[in-house]
Antibody, heavy 121, light 106 residues
Framework: DVQLVETGGGLIQPGGSLRLSCAASGLAVSGNYMNWVRQAPGKGPEWVSVIYKEGSASYAESVRGRFTISRDNSKNTLHLEMKSLRVDDTAVYYC???????????????WGQGTVVTVSS | SYELTQSPSVSVSPGQTASITCSGDNLGNKYAYWYQQKPGQSPILVIYQDKKRPSGIPERFSGSNSGNTATLTISGTQAMDEADYYCQAWDSSTAVFGGGTKLTVL
């Protein structure tokens, strides 16, 4: 089975840091465009970041300079390092594959179950 | 920045056709994608590249995209289709999602 499993969420104070992980099975993170997408309570999804097959990355303006996406090919795991966290970063964070690496045009066709990040004092 | 706009809610009777729209500047020049999300669950892709259905998605789900509007149509709506639906498109290298439409099957 193809599966993505996120971990690392929790309650963190404003200004703090947190590292999210996404363990993949049935697919290689290094061979796909892997994304982080977040969803604040009662809101629509918001794209956060992508890491491309060759290793470069792109970020939403709202997180650029504070968040860093990376991957560990040996553990087939995606990470999101989050610093200087703000109250409005509170959300469920999903890792998701998009189809651009395999000939598609960018559908998010595989999602994890999400991990909850709450930024509050 | 690019924006996609959806009506907050749509209601439909069982067996009838539900239409959910998504508006964006020249959206018809981009591919539109649609996701279904039920409470407490992750989003599921139901339409990609405007009108294609992933494996396992029922034929009653269809899509179109022209001008400034993409439309998700659910024919013969069933109670199990009650969910939030989100449209999505790419603006350069940024994925943009709509705010979502809550579909109620009365």
């Amino acid at each position: 089975d193809v599966q993505l499993v996120e971990t690392g969420g929790g309650l963190i104070q404003p200004g703090g840091s947190l590292r999210l992980s996404c363990a993949a099975s049935g697919l290689a993170v290094s061979g796909n465009y892997m994304n982080w997408v977040r969803q604040a309570p009662g809101k629509g999804p918001e794209w956060v970041s992508v890491i491309y097959k060759e290793g470069s990355a792109s970020y939403a303006e709202s997180v650029r300079g504070r968040f860093t996406i990376s991957r560990d090919n040996s553990k087939n795991t995606l990470h999101l390092e989050m610093k200087s966290l703000r109250v409005d970063d509170t959300a469920v964070y999903y890792c998701a594959r998009d189809t651009r690496a395999t000939g598609g045009f960018g559908a998010f066709d595989l999602w994890g179950q999400g991990t909850v990040v709450t930024v509050s004092s | 920045s690019y924006e996609l706009t959806q009506s907050p809610s749509v209601s439909v009777s069982p067996g009838q056709t539900a239409s959910i729209t998504c508006s964006g500047d020249n959206l018809g020049n981009k591919y539109a994608y649609w996701y279904q999300q039920k409470p407490g669950q992750s989003p599921i892709l139901v339409i990609y590249q405007d009108k294609k259905r992933p494996s396992g998605i029922p034929e009653r789900f269809s899509g179109s995209n022209s001008g400034n509007t993409a439309t998700l149509t659910i024919s013969g709506t069933q109670a199990m289709d009650e969910a939030d639906y989100y449209c999505q498109a790419w603006d350069s290298s940024t994925a943009v999602f709509g705010g979502g439409t809550k579909l109620t099957v009365l």
